[in-house]
């Protein structure tokens, strides 16, 4: 067996494994959207009264409001505008903090590993032509 045969097989196991990775990794992150769905970055507005405080936002053609928790009002930093997340299909679903980034981390994953499976099968093939 020469290092031609050597490096070929040695390309295709690894570019199998690395496509089969990525497929579960792709799978899992689209899973993931659909459950969760998308969140859009948009500006929120705190208006403090006596008793409670009240978050406005603009989303989807709408002014949309809600009342701040407590724990909620103690992270807001900024009293004028608050970055702030609402959910795409349900516009009225604030969320003061940035999504996880675990769907991100995962989608990337999964293209990495799709890209060494195309990089393995390309030096498969290219030890099969110039052998």
Not at 28 to 34: D, G, Q, T, V, Y
């Amino acid at each position: 067996m020469g290092a031609a045969e050597i490096i070929s097989v040695v390309s295709e196991v690894i570019g199998w494994i690395a496509l089969g990775v990525g497929l579960v990794c792709l799978l899992l992150a689209l899973l993931i959207r659909i459950a969760d769905g998308r969140w859009v970055r948009t500006d929120a507005v705190v208006v403090d009264y006596d008793e409670h405080s009240v978050i406005r936002w603009f989303a989807e053609g709408a002014f949309h409001s809600r009342i701040l928790g407590s724990d909620e009002r103690e992270h807001v930093t900024s009293p004028d505008e608050e970055p702030a997340y609402y959910k795409q299909r349900d516009p009225d679903r604030l969320r003061l903090h940035e999504p996880p980034a675990g769907r991100r981390v995962i989608r990337n994953v999964g293209l990495v590993m799709i890209g060494i499976a195309a990089l393995a099968a390309l030096i498969g093939l290219a030890m099969l032509l110039f052998e």
